[in-house]
């Protein structure tokens, strides 16, 4: 059984769609926090909501690049 998922790739692909799954839960955490935090930090302070947009806005792409990023190169360290 194990030799033949050593020979078909089967290990390999297990480990790409792992690496991929654990990278979009890490962007998903981190985007959920960016947003929680910059939703408490317009309450707080309502006059530099644009500011603090701006930034979770900025902060959520960055997450998500690397994120996508990961999700690429797992993918890739399949073939």
């Known amino acids: 059984m194990l030799s033949s998922l050593l020979l078909a ?3 390999a692909q297990l480990g790409a769609a792992v690496g991929a799954g654990l990278a979009v839960i890490g962007a998903g955490l ?4 960016i947003g929680g ?3 408490d930090a317009m309450a707080r302070q309502p006059e530099k909501m644009g500011d603090i947009r ?3 806005i900025i902060a959520a792409a960055l997450v998500e690049g690397v994120a ?3 999700v ?6 399949n073939q």
């Open 9 to 11: 790739g089967g290990i």
């Open 37 to 39: 935090q910059a939703m």
């Open 54 to 56: 701006t930034a979770m």
């Open 68 to 70: 996508f990023f990961a």
């Open 30 to 33: 981190g985007i959920g926090k």
């Open 72 to 77: 690429i190169i797992a993918l890739l360290c």
